[in-house]
């Protein structure tokens, strides 16, 4: 038998309304009482964050908000908030809103407790020893990066890097649904099919497919597939919210330690060259490369089809991918978010440097497929 491993957050609390009272929720993380709060100007300006400022504020804490996050955050901008975090002499950090946030206020986190270039951490394992206190709020139910040991941070104009360290897990997450509930219907499926993509590739990754991987990714897509569509379509229902929001949860946990494929390797030129946001861009090219994969993980796609109720066809899985995408109304094709088909060479080739992904693969990705499930959804 296979010998397994397995690592997640420790300390994960739900709560509607729960951010609301962070003084709480922040109880023996900060001993200084000095919290750096990294978010982006969007978050910001909607005011999820106000009343648990206040709170904290009211409860004797000192709270520096760091807002200059943007999506697929620069190299620049994480170590510009490095520097912001180390001069205000911060003991915790929150990372609070969707992806880019979280993945940021995790390598700030970590790299202010170092004096080391952050050139020295790209990759797998390499950012070891301490950090600072990390506190996660997600405000989108896609990423799973409240649980992830992964951070995607942008180094060029257009190349993705990936962080992947234990270190990067949090000290405590909080799920709230009530933040998700302003979400914008596209923003809400986008993120909740990107969530159903790291459970689906959770379950098929070859190298380091596990059986509690499994468990969390099948009950994530138990979770997901009805209530994404629920949310879009009710966008007060707080039961589908909280329901995606951990969904999407069980999903990261799933793939920090089984990790991700060829889906997310075709996605990041979408987001690297033309801005396309991450959970957009992978359900772009979703059904397509399942198409691809389907001859070497026909079983597989067989059993998650098994555990949703839809049969044990791994057809019927790519056709109900197609009908929620379809009710929830994303983008189909590439032409739709503004990509050219000149451009396809030019993804393909950057996609297939992915080997970090691409290496999880149930089936060997190659230049001339990329091109040909690029053009396929043009």
Request: some cysteine; charged content about 20%; proline content about 4%.
């Amino acid at each position: 038998m296979k010998a397994h491993s397995f690592q997640t957050v420790s300390d994960i609390r739900i709560e509607n309304g729960g951010a609301s009272k962070l003084d709480q929720y922040v109880d023996g993380l900060c001993l200084n009482k000095r919290i750096a709060v990294i978010t982006d100007k969007g978050v910001a300006s909607l005011g999820l964050m106000d009343a648990g400022l206040a709170a904290l504020q009211d409860a004797g804490y000192k709270v520096m908000v760091f807002d200059e996050v943007v999506a697929d955050p620069p190299e620049a901008v994480v170590l510009k908030g490095v520097e912001a975090v180390k001069e205000f002499q911060a003991g915790l950090v929150i990372g609070f809103g969707g992806g880019s946030p979280m993945d940021t206020a995790k390598v700030i986190a970590y790299m202010a407790a170092h004096d080391r270039p952050i050139q020295e951490v790209y990759g797998v394992g390499n950012a070891t020893g301490k950090r600072l206190p990390l506190m996660l709020i997600p405000t989108t139910s896609g990423t799973g990066s409240e649980v992830t040991n992964v951070a995607i941070i942008t180094t060029g104009e257009t190349e993705k890097s990936g962080i992947v360290a234990d270190a990067l897990y949090a000290d405590r997450v909080l799920l709230d649904s009530a933040l998700t509930v302003g979400l914008p219907k596209s923003i809400t499926a986008a993120t909740g099919i990107d969530a159903m993509v790291h459970a689906i590739e959770a379950y098929t990754s070859v190298k380091q497919k596990n059986p509690i991987s499994d468990a969390l990714a099948l009950t994530a897509l138990g979770k997901l597939r009805n209530s994404i569509v629920q949310a879009c379509n009710h966008p007060d229902d707080l039961e589908a919210r909280e329901t995606m929001l951990i969904g999407a949860m069980l999903a990261g946990q799933a793939f920090s330690n089984a990790p991700v494929g060829a889906v997310h390797a075709l996605a990041y030129p979408l987001g690297g060259f033309f801005h396309v946001p991450h959970g957009l861009s992978n359900a772009l090219v979703l059904t397509e490369v399942l198409k691809y994969n389907q001859s070497r993980a026909d079983g597989w796609y067989g059993e998650i089809a098994g555990s949703l109720g839809l049969g044990t066809n791994s057809g019927v899985l790519i056709d109900d991918l197609i009908r929620i995408k379809n009710e929830t109304a994303v983008p189909l094709t590439l032409t739709e978010v503004n990509i050219p088909a000149d451009a396809i060479p030019i993804m393909a080739e950057d996609a297939m440097t992915k080997d970090r992904v691409l290496q999880n693969n149930p089936r060997a990705m190659t230049y001339d497929a990329t091109v040909k499930i690029y053009e396929s959804i043009l």
